[in-house]
């Protein structure tokens, strides 16, 4: 089904090797994810089902520290496009299901590839990019609101549990809207939401 996965970012640190946004990995051979990759200077989303590789969209990008950049991945149809600032920067079709994926759904990392930076109104829905919050809204995480160096993180969309690892955490010193955001300092830091019905890619509501 089609998806939209959007939010704003702002690297702290560009030497980090990989540092994903969002991802998930059962470790059976299914796994997915949507990262930047320091060393090859890109953006990529990758996903793997049954150990074959279904996917791999990825575009040159160098992108500067302190600055807030708002990061799309659309489905519509077959059709997996990538957008940077709003601008189509990477586009590829392909008759695909996602998979599956029995794990939690990660942000700030994917397999140990931890990112170093905030993170702000990050957003799923299961359908092309509407308001903020609407129907088809799988999650949408917000930390408007919240106490600076907290780890409490409130999903505005259907309540899902986010639980926050490492020192993740809200700052209110950093945001691109609503004056906060969720900072993580690329070494252990991530957010997680439990394993259930509404994060299968490949079944489902996607």
């Known amino acids: ?20 946004f969002i991802g998930q990995n059962d470790e059976l051979g299914n796994h997915w994810s949507f990262k930047y990759r320091e060393p090859h ?3 990529q989303f990758y996903a793997l089902s049954g150990f074959t590789e279904i996917i791999d969209l990825r575009t040159s990008w160098s992108p500067s520290v302190n600055t807030w950049y708002h990061l ?3 489905r519509s149809g077959s059709t997996f496009t990538i957008y940077i600032d709003g601008v189509n920067v990477a586009s590829d079709t392909r008759d695909i299901t996602m998979p599956s994926v029995a794990s939690t759904l990660d942000i700030g990392t994917w397999a140990g590839d931890y990112f170093n930076g905030w993170l702000d ?11 903020v919050v609407s129907p088809d809204t799988i999650f949408y995480i917000t930390a408007e609101n919240a106490r600076d ?5 409130v999903d505005a969309a259907k309540g899902h549990t986010i639980t926050a690892f490492g020192d993740a955490q809200i700052d209110t ?10 900072y ?9 939401i439990l394993d259930n019905d509404d994060v299968y890619f490949g079944a489902d509501d996607f």
Request: glycine share 10%; net charge negative; hydrophobic share 35%.
């Open 1 to 20: 089904d089609d998806f939209t996965i959007d939010f704003w970012v702002n690297f702290n640190n560009l030497n980090t090797n990989y540092g994903a």
């Open 184 to 192: 993580f300092d690329g070494n252990g830091d991530y957010l997680s």
């Open 41 to 43: 200077s890109d953006i």
């Open 173 to 182: 010193a950093q945001s691109y809207a609503g004056g906060a955001s969720a």
């Open 149 to 153: 160096g907290s780890p409490s993180f």
């Open 72 to 74: 799309s991945l659309v």
């Open 121 to 131: 109104e990050f957003r799923v829905n299961i359908d092309k990019e509407e308001p």
